[in-house]
């Protein structure tokens, strides 16, 4: 199959991109859209928000100018990873027949190119399958590889589903320190009141004044209630319990609660994690409706781990992955999905409010092995 008509195959079969509920209706494609401003860095607050609507959805057919800015920004970002990757293709195959050798060579590559031994072997064994004894350009190597592991993403590039009905619906955020939780709360908050719906944070990082602060000038901005810490290093789960029975009685429709990330100490962690999970199932015995991994995409195998450790101490229901733009690493998340078959439901590319995506396996697998 010609590698267009498999792109848009994959892409039809993807879900669309979390969306408003129904009732809500779409961001107005305003013509701030297609060209953003700048807009500020989350870590970095004096400068105001850019509340112009972010890309409209990849399946909306005004689409194309949006998805163009972030296909060129996703590829920008991927860059240092595809380097990595193609030049050992380019290497490797230069009309070469494909033969034990040149599979293990690849293989190797793809390893090295962080998408992990389990992910890797998959990939060859569908080439093995498929064209062995052929003699194969590097470009041809390259489209097979972008289906591979296309084929490997699209199960996990799923939306993460929004219930306004729990009223409110319940993200808890967890993830090590500096992965980006904060900054990715930030960035949900303002997408979701774009799109109409009432969000409230909680500052659930008590020890860390700075993460507590940056979530207050966050909520100033986006309209969002924030709920704080009466001291640094207050009761995290006291602090959920109080903010979702808040929560429900002011109509918030959407609670993101930030969490501490202190790996170092895992058990306190664990402790830490669980009580919260505990406490907000008093108020609300469905809660968490999502619990949301952050990981940052520059720690390669390092995010492999976490997600195990993470997965240990709570039910985790999907994935963000942060930095992919600069991150040579980017073939962890084929390892990820490989390996953990949860869904990722953003990616990070940037500090901006719109740089955290909805995950498109068919983007980011040709991005990755630097195809258009
Ligand atoms: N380049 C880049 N930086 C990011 C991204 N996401 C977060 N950051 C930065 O990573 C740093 C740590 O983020 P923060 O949200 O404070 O992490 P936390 O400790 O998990 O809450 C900050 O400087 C963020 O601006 C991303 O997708 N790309
Ligand atoms: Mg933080």
Redesign the pocket.
């Given at each position: 199959m010609a590698l267009r008509d498999w792109v848009t195959r994959l892409r039809g079969k993807e879900a669309p991109p979390a969306a408003a509920p129904e009732a809500t209706p779409e961001p107005p494609a305003s013509p701030a859209a297609e060209a953003p401003p700048p807009a500020p860095?989350?870590?970095d607050p004096p400068a105001p928000p850019a509340l112009a609507a972010p890309a409209p959805p990849e399946a909306a057919p005004a689409a194309e100018a949006g998805r163009g800015g972030w296909l060129s920004r996703l590829k920008a970002g991927l860059s240092r990873s595809t380097t990595k990757l193609t030049a050992s293709v380019s290497a490797i195959f230069t009309k070469r027949r494909l033969d034990e050798a040149a599979l293990e060579e690849l293989e190797e590559t793809l390893i090295a190119a962080d998408l992990g031994v389990a992910a890797s072997a998959r990939i060859v064994e569908g080439f093995r399958k498929t064209r062995f004894g052929r003699e194969v350009t590097d470009a041809e190597v390259k489209e097979a590889l972008a289906e591979e592991i296309a084929g490997i993403l699209a199960p996990v590039a799923r939306p993460m589903p929004i219930d306004p009905a729990h009223a409110p619906h319940v993200v808890l955020v967890v993830?090590v320190?500096?992965?980006?939780?904060?900054?990715?709360i930030a960035k949900l908050g303002q997408q979701y009141r774009e799109q109409g719906l009432r969000c409230a944070f909680v500052a659930g990082?008590t020890f860390r004044a700075a993460?507590v602060e940056?979530l207050q000038i966050w909520g100033e901005r986006t309209g969002a209630r924030v709920h704080v810490p009466a001291k640094p290093g207050a009761d995290a789960a006291g602090l959920a319990f109080d903010a979702l029975g808040a929560a429900k009685a002011d109509g918030t429709e959407v609670l993101l609660v930030d969490t501490a990330?202190r790996l170092h100490n895992k058990t306190a962690l664990m402790d830490e994690l669980r009580k919260i999970v505990r406490i907000i199932k008093r108020v609300d015995a469905t809660a968490p409706h999502s619990v949301l991994l952050?990981l940052d995409a520059t720690t390669g195998q390092n995010a492999i781990q976490q997600a195990k450790v993470f997965g240990e101490m709570v039910d985790v229901t999907g994935l963000a992955v942060?930095?992919?733009?600069?991150s040579a690493k980017g073939g962890v998340v084929v390892a990820l999905a490989q390996e953990f078959g949860l869904p990722v439901h953003f990616v990070?590319?940037?500090?901006q409010a719109g740089?955290l995506r909805p995950f498109s396996a068919a983007d980011f697998a040709l991005g990755l092995v630097g195809l258009d």
């Amino acid at each position: 199959m010609a590698l267009r008509d498999w792109v848009t195959r994959l892409r039809g079969k993807e879900a669309p991109p979390a969306a408003a509920p129904e009732a809500t209706p779409e961001p107005p494609a305003s013509p701030a859209a297609e060209a953003p401003p700048p807009a500020p860095v989350l870590a970095d607050p004096p400068a105001p928000p850019a509340l112009a609507a972010p890309a409209p959805p990849e399946a909306a057919p005004a689409a194309e100018a949006g998805r163009g800015g972030w296909l060129s920004r996703l590829k920008a970002g991927l860059s240092r990873s595809t380097t990595k990757l193609t030049a050992s293709v380019s290497a490797i195959f230069t009309k070469r027949r494909l033969d034990e050798a040149a599979l293990e060579e690849l293989e190797e590559t793809l390893i090295a190119a962080d998408l992990g031994v389990a992910a890797s072997a998959r990939i060859v064994e569908g080439f093995r399958k498929t064209r062995f004894g052929r003699e194969v350009t590097d470009a041809e190597v390259k489209e097979a590889l972008a289906e591979e592991i296309a084929g490997i993403l699209a199960p996990v590039a799923r939306p993460m589903p929004i219930d306004p009905a729990h009223a409110p619906h319940v993200v808890l955020v967890v993830g090590v320190n500096g992965t980006g939780k904060t900054t990715t709360i930030a960035k949900l908050g303002q997408q979701y009141r774009e799109q109409g719906l009432r969000c409230a944070f909680v500052a659930g990082d008590t020890f860390r004044a700075a993460a507590v602060e940056q979530l207050q000038i966050w909520g100033e901005r986006t309209g969002a209630r924030v709920h704080v810490p009466a001291k640094p290093g207050a009761d995290a789960a006291g602090l959920a319990f109080d903010a979702l029975g808040a929560a429900k009685a002011d109509g918030t429709e959407v609670l993101l609660v930030d969490t501490a990330g202190r790996l170092h100490n895992k058990t306190a962690l664990m402790d830490e994690l669980r009580k919260i999970v505990r406490i907000i199932k008093r108020v609300d015995a469905t809660a968490p409706h999502s619990v949301l991994l952050v990981l940052d995409a520059t720690t390669g195998q390092n995010a492999i781990q976490q997600a195990k450790v993470f997965g240990e101490m709570v039910d985790v229901t999907g994935l963000a992955v942060t930095k992919l733009d600069g991150s040579a690493k980017g073939g962890v998340v084929v390892a990820l999905a490989q390996e953990f078959g949860l869904p990722v439901h953003f990616v990070g590319v940037g500090e901006q409010a719109g740089d955290l995506r909805p995950f498109s396996a068919a983007d980011f697998a040709l991005g990755l092995v630097g195809l258009d």
